[in-house]
C-alpha cells in the first residue's frame, strides 16, 4: 500500500508571496492532519479534515488555511509569508475511527527568504 | 506547563546498549500514546502505539505508560547505528479529537 505522499518536496519562496502544498492520503483513509516543524518549536498541529471538512485547527494565523477535496487528498495554502514560516511541512492520515495512529508524508521543506 | 515535556539530548550510547527514552504530560484526558522515529530530512515514522497502562513490546522496542504518573517511555534494546535517528512522543485524545500534540524529541546516536 502506497504511503502518505506530499508535493513538492523542497520550496523557496520570498516574503509575501504565497504558497500551496498538496497532500495525498493512504488509500481508505479519509482523515489528513497537517503539522509544522521547526527546530525550535518542534511538530506544532495546524488543522485536520475530514469529510471535506475542517474539523480541529491549531493555535495558527488565519494566514495558514487548508482544505480536502472528496478524494481525500488535501492543500494547505500559506498567504504572505513571512520568515519565520520557513519549516517543514508535514501531513499525515488516519483512518477515521483510528485518528491515534497517523502516518505521516515525507514533508515540504517551505524556505522563506 | 507544556502538555508534554521530553529531554532533547542529545543521547549518545555505544552498539548493543538499551536505550531508554521519556516523556511526561500534564492532562489526564490524553489516552493514546505513540512514539515516532524521525530519520533526518524524513517524515515521522510510527514505531509503537498504546492506549493502556503496562507495556507494549515490538521486537526490540518496548513502549511503557505510567497514567498515574503521566509518564511514559520507550525502550530500544540491543540498539543498532541504524536506531540513530530522533524519537519523538505522541499523545492524543482520539475521536473527534484528531490533532497529537508532540515531545520536541530526543536525538539519538548509536555508535559503532
Known amino acids: 500500500k502506497a504511503g502518505v505522499t506530499q508535493t513538492p518536496r523542497y520550496l523557496i519562496k520570498t516574503r509575501g508571496q504565497q504558497v500551496t502544498l498538496s497532500c495525498s492520503p493512504i488509500?481508505?483513509?479519509?482523515?489528513v492532519s497537517w503539522y509544522q516543524q521547526t527546530p525550535g518549536q518542534g511538530l506544532q498541529f495546524l488543522f485536520e479534515?475530514?469529510?471535506?471538512?475542517?474539523?480541529n485547527k491549531g493555535n495558527f494565523p488565519g494566514r495558514f488555511s487548508g482544505r480536502q477535496f472528496s478524494n481525500s487528498r488535501s492543500e494547505m495554502n500559506v498567504s504572505t509569508l513571512e520568515l519565520g514560516d520557513s519549516a517543514l511541512y508535514l501531513c499525515a492520515s488516519s483512518r477515521i475511527d483510528r485518528t491515534d495512529t497517523q502516518y505521516f508524508g515525507p514533508g515540504t521543506r517551505l524556505t522563506v527568504l | 506547563q507544556k502538555e508534554v515535556e521530553q529531554d532533547p539530548g542529545p543521547l549518545s550510547v555505544p552498539e548493543g546498549a538499551i536505550v531508554s527514552l521519556n516523556c511526561t504530560y500534564s492532562?489526564?484526558?490524553?489516552?493514546?500514546f505513540m512514539w515516532y522515529r524521525q530519520y533526518s530530512r524524513k517524515g515521522p515514522e510510527l514505531l509503537m502505539y498504546?492506549?493502556?497502562?503496562g507495556n507494549k513490546e515490538d521486537g526490540r522496542f518496548t513502549a511503557q505508560v505510567d497514567k498515574s504518573s503521566k509518564y511514559i517511555s520507550l525502550f530500544i534494546r540491543d540498539s543498532q547505528p541504524s536506531d540513530s535517528a530522533t524519537y519523538l512522543c505522541?499523545?492524543?485524545?482520539?475521536?473527534?479529537?484528531?490533532?497529537?500534540?508532540f515531545g520536541k524529541g530526543t536525538k539519538l546516536s548509536v555508535k559503532p
Open positions: 505522541a499523545i492524543g485524545k482520539g475521536g473527534s479529537q484528531g490533532n497529537l500534540i
Open positions: 488509500s481508505g483513509h479519509r482523515s
Open positions: 479534515y475530514f469529510s471535506e471538512t475542517q474539523r
Open positions: 492532562n489526564s484526558a490524553f489516552q493514546y
Open positions: 498504546t492506549y493502556s497502562s
